[in-house]
């Protein structure tokens, strides 16, 4: 090893100037193995350069122990680009190169690099950084993204070729392209406090703008080394650096351009990802079960960067659309066209004054067939405009009712109400439920991780002397894990699902027991969901964007002789319902395995669950009927404030549960991959009948929250299901159950 005070003098004409960042007296002893193996090169520099990122201490270690290598101060904005800044304004040479104070040189390094200026076109030069691994390499750590831990990454050229940006550790440039474009942004660049990058990114893009002629080479010959601290091999640090990631692109972008800024990116997302996901999966086909982990983690990681970036450039950049400065109340009414709710006096009756428009459920002998919504002018004559729109429903062969089936016919049901911190919406709903027209049931309210004894205390006050009620206390938290405690003690074999925010039609229950056949092939039944009340904007807004309806006619999905022809079947869940409004066959939910506890409100995929047990269901050979007669109304969130969560939650959801489809059926990406356009054209053309039904003012916003959610529900699934293992396993009992059945 090469003496401190053998470092070479500098010679009258140095070619290369080399920089060495540093900031921290934990790895001095790789800061000196750095400056030795540059120290040790076949071809002499004009200076090595260190620069301490404001610590006296390392300065004066430094200073000491390399007289002759210049040491100095950071006088710029602390971290790493102010570091090199410095190193840049004091170098003598040619050529400034730079390598990382834990890297080591190979000794033809500085050699190789210079060659490749012999061509007068070339600005830049850098070349290959191989990882120095702690112990062994993570078996779980993709290739195609080493660039988290400063390496060159699989899909970087084999050989020498023009790149558009190099990577820090190991790239130089020369100094008379520094001094026309000038040094390393500031404003990017990582410190003590982040992971931030894509400082040298920007600096080049801004290079080869000043010199369009000029090409930037990648050279694998000139070769580093990066020793990587067992902190960065961990799954903590990938998460942390690919978010960081994506939020310095979207900085870079918003000074260079998207055109430039991501033009690399294109081609490592649309041809290096995919087949590194292809490879992980055929390395588990062969046996290497760690293949598949890789798989995740590139889908994990491309989800991350790209989340980051699209949430960094909504914060940044999306202006909010001026919205209506007092949004009229629209009324809410169900009426019935053969009864005396459709008369004038009625109607003018329920409109009040202040409504602006009303939605309106009709139903014939108690049947809903169809929806009038109507916008009031100033002045109308709200009843007459009504019942005129109501003349003209078409109610033609729907006959009056007959409910003639005793209890004894009936099958038992059981509702399960997940519920939590919402005691006077809990109390709705039950009120609701204790008046259903089919009395065989029981109703199991699972009080899940309360944050007190709230619930608890309205129901043995209210609701637990009613023998069909009973309370279950579940610690932790998810909706899915609140479902799965609730099976636990459901009574029935008809098991029927609602939300503690609705209230129930009277036939709610009813509806659904009598769309269970005999024959056991039914295995899900969903119904329809209308809004409570639109009062506000917000709740206006919501029930535009959220399509709950799914219309006014019975409906059955198999994958057979009712399948819909459509390319997304079935995995365009939310034809089926939501899960607010569903019902299983106990056969049928045994068969799936429950609810995936992974999924779910409460947990890091925020929803899914109730898509993918629809998918479940389906797939397991069972049929599920969208039932319209089993309606209920819900009461969507009243503020602004909290539609944004909402949209954002429904994109995560979604994208979670399309991660639970590929991780369980491996095979199914390849089925994504070949809908993709399809999945495209639902999400973002504007002719797509998800796009279609919004209107016209509707909040662009709302949409990219939603979108940008479907990224982050990959990494949110992955990260409910894999890093709180221990949280998402299948309960074999819950906290507490307070009220036993009679027996």
């Not at 950084?129 to 084999?158: A, K, M, N, T």
Request: charged content about 25%; glycine content about 8%; proline content about 4%.
């Amino acid at each position: 090893m090469t003496s401190p005070t053998d470092i070479f003098q500098a010679t009258d004409t140095p070619p290369v100037s080399v920089v060495i960042c540093a900031h921290t007296m934990k790895r001095a002893t790789l800061l000196c193995a750095a400056v030795e193996s540059i120290a040790a090169q076949t071809v002499k520099t004009a200076e090595i350069i260190v620069v301490c990122d404001h610590n006296q201490e390392l300065e004066t270690f430094v200073s000491v122990r390399y007289p002759n290598v210049h040491v100095l101060a950071n006088a710029g904005g602390k971290g790493l680009s102010g570091a090199r800044n410095t190193g840049i304004r004091h170098a003598s040479g040619d050529i400034v190169a730079f390598i990382d104070d834990d890297a080591v040189a190979d000794s033809d390094w500085l050699e190789q690099l210079l060659a490749t200026y012999e061509d007068r076109d070339v600005i830049a030069a850098g070349g290959l950084i191989e990882p120095l691994w702690p112990q062994e390499r993570p078996d779980w750590f993709p290739r195609e993204f080493e660039w988290v831990i400063g390496c060159s990454y699989l899909g970087l050229p084999r050989e020498r070729a023009s790149v558009r940006n190099l990577i820090g550790c190991n790239m130089s440039i020369r100094r008379d392209v520094l001094d026309v474009v000038g040094g390393f942004r500031e404003a990017l660049g990582r410190d003590d406090n982040n992971a931030y990058g894509c400082e040298e990114t920007e600096l080049f893009i801004r290079a080869l703008d000043a010199y369009p002629q000029g090409s930037i080479q990648y050279e694998p010959a000139a070769r580093v080394r990066h020793n990587i601290e067992a902190e960065r091999t961990a799954f903590p640090y990938f998460r942390r650096r690919c978010l960081a990631e994506g939020i310095s692109k979207a900085e870079m972008v918003r000074t260079v351009g998207t055109q430039q800024g991501l033009s690399s990116e294109r081609s490592y997302t649309l041809k290096v990802l995919p087949k590194g996901v292809l490879r992980g999966l055929a390395d588990t086909l062969k046996g290497d079960v760690s293949g598949l982990r890789r798989s995740l983690a590139i889908i994990y990681g491309f989800a991350l960067v790209t989340g980051a970036y699209a949430g960094s450039k909504m914060k940044r950049t999306m202006v909010r659309p001026a919205e209506k400065a007092q949004a009229k109340p629209i009324a809410v009414l169900d009426v019935d066209v053969t009864s005396n709710s459709a008369s004038s006096d009625t109607l003018d009756a329920v409109l009040d004054d202040t409504a602006g428009g009303v939605h309106c459920l009709v139903r014939s002998f108690g049947r809903p067939v169809d929806l009038v919504q109507l916008d009031f002018c100033e002045n109308a004559d709200k009843g007459a405009e009504l019942k005129e729109a109501l003349a003209n429903v078409q109610v033609d062969g729907v006959d009056a009712e007959e409910r003639k089936r005793t209890d004894a016919e009936r099958r038992h049901v059981s509702v399960i109400v997940a519920t939590r911190d919402r005691t006077d919406s809990l109390a709705r709903c039950l009120d609701s439920l204790l008046q259903q027209s089919h009395q065989k049931m029981d109703i199991v309210v699972v009080d899940n991780a309360p944050s007190s004894s709230a619930t608890e205390e309205l129901l043995s006050e209210t609701y637990l002397a009613d023998g069909r009620v009973r309370y279950v206390r579940e610690d932790r938290p998810g909706l899915a894990r609140a479902h799965n405690t609730g099976l636990l003690y459901a009574r029935g074999d008809i098991l029927a699902f609602t939300d503690d925010d609705v209230v129930v039609d009277r036939h709610w229950v009813e509806a659904i027991e009598e769309t269970f056949d005999a024959a056991g092939k039914v295995g899900c039944v969903t119904g329809l969901i209308l809004p409570a009340e639109l009062e506000t904007r917000a709740q206006q807004l919501i029930e535009a964007h959220g399509g709950f309806g799914k219309g006014f006619q019975r409906q059955v999905f198999d994958l057979v002789e009712n399948h819909p022809g459509s390319p997304l079947f079935p995995y365009a869940a939310g034809v089926f319902g939501s899960g607010a409004n569903m019902a299983f066959s106990r056969e049928a939910l045994t068969k799936i395995g429950g609810f995936d506890n992974a999924l779910g409100a409460g947990t890091p995929a925020r929803g899914g669950d109730d898509l993918a047990s629809f998918v479940s269901v389906v797939n397991a050979g069972f049929q599920l009927v969208y039932q319209p007669a089993a309606i209920l109304r819900h009461y969507h969130r009243r503020t602004e404030s909290g539609i944004e969560g909402q949209a954002y939650g429904y994109g995560v959801g979604l994208g979670a549960y399309l991660t639970k489809q590929i991780i369980d059926q491996p095979a199914v990406a390849l089925t994504f991959a070949r809908r993709v356009p399809a999945a495209f054209t639902h999400l973002f053309s504007n002719r797509s009948e998800k796009q279609q039904r919004l209107p016209v003012d509707f909040p662009r916003r709302l949409i990219w929250k939603e979108r940008l959610g479907i990224l982050m529900g990959v990494p949110g699934y992955l990260r409910s299901r894999f890093l709180r293992k221990d949280e998402h396993q299948t309960p074999t009992s819950p906290s507490r159950l307070v009220h036993k059945p009679n027996s």
